[in-house]
């Protein structure tokens, strides 16, 4: 009984290892974008030009994957270098002492439209870690005729308040938006 129970949990971790795939995004074709309300009437948009997703995918079924990505945070780029640097300070970001967001998947379901899932999971940011919720939109796939591999985009959805990060504390929302509305695009092959 024994032998035939061990061989059952061998097949079963043999068969899990097999339809899992981990796939990793091309930098050139990543990044994350945010934008927040300036002065309660104008919308202010950046990257964070190097922003890093890798996703395990459960080939059987999606929502057993698990994603997680990186930010460097220094790669703040709103296109204005005195507000880059600005939010590169202890005012904000103090990257220094906090170079690094990271988001790390602890469910997925499914949402309500066709390869649209709901993410939660943990946020670090500024040193303070928080449940959030992001939407993980599946784009689909091609072959990339350059390098002639499957490329998968996807597309991740948020909206965070930075208070709850303890981001730019002593500006008040009339000045920044509290609400930070984030989307990721991604394009990613095997690793």
């Known amino acids: 009984m024994k032998k035939v129970l061990s061989f059952l949990m061998l097949t079963l971790f043999?068969?899990?290892v097999f339809a899992q795939k981990v796939?990793?995004?091309?930098?050139?074709?990543?990044?994350?974008?945010?934008?927040?309300?300036h002065l309660t009437v104008a919308d202010i948009t950046g990257n964070f030009d190097t922003a890093n997703l890798t996703i395990n995918v459960d080939e059987k079924n999606f929502v057993n994957s698990t994603l997680q990505f990186e930010v460097d945070v220094n790669s703040i780029n709103t296109h204005i270098e005195a507000r880059d640097n600005h939010l590169r300070s202890a005012d904000f970001f103090d990257v220094a002492t906090y170079p690094k967001m990271t988001f790390t998947s602890t469910s997925i379901a499914k949402?309500?439209?066709?390869?649209?899932y709901n993410v939660k999971g943990n946020l670090t940011m500024h040193g303070v870690t928080k449940p959030v919720s992001v939407v993980l939109v599946y784009?689909?796939?091609t072959i990339n005729?350059?390098?002639?591999?499957?490329?998968?985009?996807?597309q991740v959805l948020a909206t965070i308040n930075r208070s709850d990060f303890n981001v730019g504390?002593?500006?008040?929302?009339?000045m920044i938006s509290d609400q930070v509305r984030i989307k990721g695009d991604?394009?990613?092959?095997e690793k």
């Open 145 to 154: 005729q350059m390098n002639k591999k499957q490329t998968h985009g996807y």
């Open 186 to 189: 991604f394009e990613l092959t």
């Open 23 to 37: 796939l990793v995004n091309d930098p050139a074709h990543s990044r994350i974008q945010f934008s927040v309300i």
């Open 111 to 116: 949402g309500n439209q066709k390869n649209y």
């Open 14 to 16: 043999t068969v899990s």
């Open 169 to 174: 504390p002593n500006f008040p929302e009339a």
């Open 139 to 141: 784009r689909g796939s």
